[in-house]
């Protein structure tokens, strides 16, 4: 009561005080600056819901449609995955396999490459309609697909070479350090994956990402001069910037930051340099500036790691409690035995699903602050608001809340605009009638 009383006191004498100084005008008045002037009148709600409108009812609804099956799509992957494994484990395929390994070599490592081997080819064969559907027919449907299906097979191909290489150089440590270490193989797990993250991100722009698409220079210097400029400007030793044959796959426009310590590069993709204007192209880049410069590939493998750790502690409580159960019918000897892999994969796959609320988060909120880094770079709000629409074409624009929190690995699109038109509200000089007036998409 007395705190109450206190705090009415005071106002009604800091009110006071105010009033004084407004009636007697002892201050010298401040200037208002002119620039500032448009804060008054500028809508930043309206603003947001003039661009929304730039795209057709009709393209609005279709983008709907295909980010809103992407849900299920969560769900489905998830429960086909874990069929396909169960089965595995079942009718003692898992079993049979390690059989096979082991009767061809008795050096460990090499029975845990040909058990790997066995199992990914077993598996993507079985969940292949899945991948087929969602991967090709899916992606043609919402017109979002530039390949035949022979060359979508070659990638899925190429695909699937890459993760039985890369699969067997984790494989062999990750088991090596479960037989060594037994119910604690997961601390030292989880930190064999980070070191894998790490080593998969360092080769992967040099090694990887050249298999599916033609990276060169960018040699434009209308588009790289101004963009290493701005490189320059944000302290990024820069001498380079990367562009892709993005169309080869799909119209999207993207642009990203790549690799780890000396190979990190920015690449941007054709779609974005052919179907953008250049405030667009450098507000894009000033957003993959954002994550370098806010170390966000560093910042993501230690949150990301975290969730792992956590991750390999519910694996080793979940295939224990199977194991109980279920281990002597499905032929699994133990937790060292690596026949237990598909098991492994139904409880990890579950953790990641359920989780997938909290990895969404994390990303989305770096990609937030690469936006806020991005607008103060380029200085383009009306470049970057157009540029969200672009993307709206393969993300649902205007998400609700919760819809946001749970499926968002980006934000969404009222969410990203709304925060250039924040921004524009404050610097109303950077607007630019063209990018305003701009269409882009255009009626056929
Ligand atoms: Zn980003």
Not at 173 to 194: C, D, E, S, T, Y
Not at 250 to 267: E, H, K, L, Q, Y
Not at 282 to 288: D, F, K, Q, V
Not at 304 to 331: D, E, K, M, P, S
Request: aromatic fraction near 14%; glycine fraction near 6%; charged fraction near 20%.
């Amino acid at each position: 009561m007395l705190r109450a009383i206190r705090l009415v006191v005071f106002c009604v004498l800091f009110l006071s005080v105010l009033g004084f100084a407004q009636n007697n005008s002892v201050q010298p008045q401040l200037q208002q600056p002119a620039a500032l002037a448009p804060l008054q009148t500028f809508d930043i709600n309206a603003a947001v819901n003039a661009y929304l409108a730039k795209m057709p009812a009709a393209r609005r609804a279709r983008s709907d449609a295909y980010f809103e099956g992407g849900y299920w799509l969560l769900l489905w992957d998830f429960l086909v995955s874990a069929f396909v494994m169960w089965l595995l484990l079942r009718f003692r395929w898992s079993e049979k396999m390690r059989n096979l390994a082991e009767r061809i070599t008795r050096f460990r490592p090499l029975q845990t490459v040909l058990y790997w081997l066995q199992f990914m080819i077993v598996t993507s064969v079985a969940t292949f309609p899945m991948t087929v559907y969602e991967g090709f027919f899916r992606e043609r449907k919402y017109d979002l697909m530039n390949q035949t299906f022979g060359e979508w097979m070659r990638d899925q191909t190429v695909g699937l070479a890459v993760s039985l290489v890369l699969g067997a150089i984790l494989m062999v440590p990750l088991f090596g350090l479960v037989r060594k270490l037994g119910q604690n193989w997961w601390v030292w797990g989880a930190v064999l994956m980070i070191v894998f993250f790490t080593f998969v991100s360092l080769i992967a722009p040099v090694y990887i990402a050249p298999l599916f698409n033609r990276y060169k220079k960018l040699e434009d210097v209308r588009i790289k001069d101004p963009i290493l400029q701005m490189a320059r400007a944000n302290g990024i030793p820069a001498k380079d910037v990367y562009e892709f044959d993005a169309s080869k796959q799909s119209n999207r426009v993207s642009a990203n930051v790549s690799g780890f310590g000396s190979t990190m590069r920015i690449s941007l993709n054709d779609n974005l340099l052919n179907r953008c204007t250049l405030p667009e192209i450098e507000t894009t880049m000033g957003h993959e500036m954002g994550h370098y410069v806010l170390n966000h590939a560093y910042k993501g493998l230690i949150m990301f790691g975290v969730v792992i750790v956590i991750a390999f502690a519910f694996v080793n409580w979940g295939i224990n409690w199977a194991l109980a159960r279920w281990g002597t019918a499905w032929g699994v000897r133990g937790i060292t035995d690596m026949a237990v892999l598909p098991l492994a994969v139904i409880v990890f796959s579950l953790f990641l699903f359920l989780t997938t609320p909290v990895t969404n988060t994390i990303t989305r909120t770096m990609e937030f602050e690469a936006d806020m880094y991005g607008l103060n770079a380029a200085r383009q709000p009306d470049g970057e608001a157009n540029v969200d629409m672009m993307l709206g074409e393969y993300r649902k624009l205007d998400p609700g809340p919760v819809e946001e929190f749970l499926f968002y690995d980006h934000p969404g699109g009222r969410t990203r605009i709304t925060a250039a038109m924040r921004w524009k509200a404050e610097h109303p000089e950077t607007a630019s009638t063209e990018e305003i007036s701009r269409v882009l998409f255009p009626q056929k």
